[in-house]
């Protein structure tokens, strides 16, 4: 997770494909409730790396606030960003309501933010995210 992608970065190769693919997703809980602390912030933590791991994507950047989650990953082009987010965001919904009361009609609003970025914005995303959390 603390791969930091450099401009210059070597493409991914595929058997089919050479690719050098990075998404910035945000979203957040239903009303932006900030339920996403403590021990609802570690298991979330655990459970987007298992479906990262699933889907073959790498996590660049993980940054969970109380309202909403920042994901900087390199994409897979076997996946289109909006079945990524899907994937996520329908896993740990499950998951994490299974096992916290969150006292919401559902976990993860239906709305996300996702952005493409290009190896000279890689950086800024990267330092964007840092700046969020004080790191």
């Not at 976990?107 to 700046?131: D, K, N, P």
Request: glycine share 6%.
């Amino acid at each position: 997770m603390g791969r930091n992608p450099l401009a210059g970065e070597s493409p991914r190769l595929q058997s089919w494909v050479t690719y050098n693919l990075h998404y910035h997703f945000v979203w957040c809980p239903k009303y932006r409730k900030p339920v996403l602390t403590d021990e609802v912030a570690d298991r979330l933590e655990q459970l987007i790396e298992e479906k990262a791991d699933e889907l073959d994507l790498d996590i660049l950047r993980l940054a969970i606030q109380p309202d909403h989650v920042h994901l900087f990953i390199t994409g897979n082009p076997k996946l289109a960003p909006n079945k990524i987010i899907q994937q996520v965001k329908g896993y740990t919904s499950r998951n994490l309501r299974d096992e916290f009361d969150f006292g919401l009609p559902s976990l993860w609003t239906r709305s996300y933010f996702v952005s493409s970025a290009g190896e000279v914005s890689s950086q800024t995303i990267e330092e964007y995210i840092e700046a969020q959390t004080g790191q």
